[in-house]
């Protein structure tokens, strides 16, 4: 995906619209901070989620980082094959490494999300 294309949340998640289907995924920002990758957990298909509600974690050998929907659905598919090859995360964080398929109930949800230029101001006043 081109990460120009997508909209952020202020904690790193991306999203993608495409009709009633948002893909979502960590930033390469939040990747790159991380560091070491060594455990991810996600929700599984079916669980409804609200907007900023935490449905999973990333563990790194430096923290633990919880992941949170950047707008509300019914969650359609997982990307099981992160839990066993976290390396797709930190190298393809904006194609290969999604995270889940939501089935989202109102797309005007994602308006208040941050564009690619927001967000990387964003990340840089972060440091």
């Known amino acids: 995906m081109d990460p120009a294309?997508?909209?952020?949340?202020?904690t790193h998640e991306?999203?993608?619209?495409?009709?009633?289907?948002?893909t979502v995924g960590i930033s390469d920002f939040a990747v790159k901070h991380l560091t070491d990758l060594v455990y991810i957990e996600l929700p599984e298909v079916g669980r409804t989620l609200s907007?900023?509600?935490g449905f999973g974690e990333v563990e790194s050998v430096?923290?633990?980082s919880d992941l949170?929907?950047?707008a509300s659905g019914e969650i359609i598919?997982?990307?099981e094959s992160?839990?066993?090859?976290l390396a797709t995360l930190s190298e393809d964080p904006f194609?290969?490494?999604w995270m889940i398929k939501l089935k989202i109930n109102d797309a005007s949800e994602t308006d208040s999300l941050l564009d690619r230029a927001a967000y990387e101001a964003q990340c840089a006043a972060d440091g």
């Not at 992160?82 to 090859?85: E, F, N, S, V």
């Open 5 to 10: 294309a997508l909209k952020y949340a202020k």
């Open 14 to 22: 991306w999203i993608h619209v495409e009709g009633d289907t948002a």
């Open 51 to 53: 907007a900023g509600e």
């Open 62 to 64: 430096k923290a633990v």
């Open 68 to 70: 949170y929907a950047p």
């Open 77 to 79: 598919e997982v990307n």
């Open 82 to 85: 992160l839990a066993d090859d």
């Open 95 to 97: 194609g290969q490494g």
